[in-house]
């Protein structure tokens, strides 16, 4: 696609329930990140693949957060009993390999009821 | 660890006059990029500029341009000529090196622009 897509754009859970974030990369973009931003906050670093694999997994804030990207492209962050503290925009990013930027989705904004 | 601080939650500026955005770093990697995003509400992060931490001249990129103090880690971001569509939230961030986008973001700092 031209660029990033993420579904849903918002989505309201109840606490305890599980969701799937998606994020549709830039056709061709090889790394995926996802990034997480509270209220008032700048983003912060979640997880990033290269291919399929979890090339570093370090911002993921407990076990409750999974990701995959099975095939290499599309990838879902997957957030198991949520609590009203995982509220956020999700952010996706992708670059390509040796691309001077990582292009950014217009996230997808959770909210734990 | 990089932290990134941005010291101006709010800041704003009239039309057509200059604003200048400040930010700081640490960091104990010498090879490394820095980066200007625009948060509009539609909330997609949109690149304004970048600069390459083994090059001394500071990039500009149209009405926009950087004061790279390598020494100091300072990093800040001059609007010229500002426009109404430049209110927007503006990050700072820290990246780029060993060839992967995991971002340091600040917290960001409110830009309005004024009529």
């Known amino acids: 696609g031209a660029g990033v897509s993420q579904t849903p754009s918002n989505k309201v859970t109840e606490k305890g329930k599980y969701v799937e974030l998606r994020c549709d990369p830039i056709?061709?973009?090889?790394?995926l990140y996802w990034y997480r931003q509270s209220l008032g906050q700048g983003p912060e670093f979640l997880i990033y693949?290269?291919?399929?694999?979890?090339?570093?997994d370090s911002g993921l804030p407990n076990d409750r957060f999974f990701a995959v990207r099975p095939e290499g492209s599309v990838s879902t962050l997957k957030i198991q009993r949520t609590e009203r503290g995982d509220s956020a925009v999700y952010l996706c990013?992708?670059?390509?390999?040796?691309?001077?930027?990582?292009?950014f989705g217009q996230g997808t904004r959770l909210t734990v009821v | 660890a990089q932290t990134v601080t941005q010291s101006q939650p709010e800041m704003s500026v009239q039309e057509a006059e200059t604003v200048t955005l400040s930010c700081t770093y640490d960091?104990?990697?010498?090879?490394?990029?820095l980066f200007w995003y625009k948060q509009p509400p539609s909330r997609q992060m949109i690149l304004v500029i970048r600069q390459e931490a083994y090059k001394q001249q500071n990039a500009t990129e149209n009405r926009f341009s950087v004061n790279f103090q390598k020494a100091a880690k300072s990093f800040s971001l001059k609007i010229s000529d500002s426009q109404l569509g430049d209110t927007a939230m503006y990050f700072c961030?820290?990246?780029?090196?060993?060839?992967?986008?995991?971002?340091?973001f600040g917290t960001g700092t409110r830009l309005k622009v004024l009529a």
């Open positions: 693949f290269q291919g399929t694999g979890a090339a570093d």
């Open positions: 961030a820290f990246g780029g090196s060993q060839g992967t986008y995991k971002y340091i």
């Open positions: 990013a992708s670059s390509s390999l040796g691309g001077a930027e990582a292009f």
């Open positions: 056709s061709g973009h090889t790394a």
């Open positions: 960091t104990s990697e010498n090879n490394y990029y």
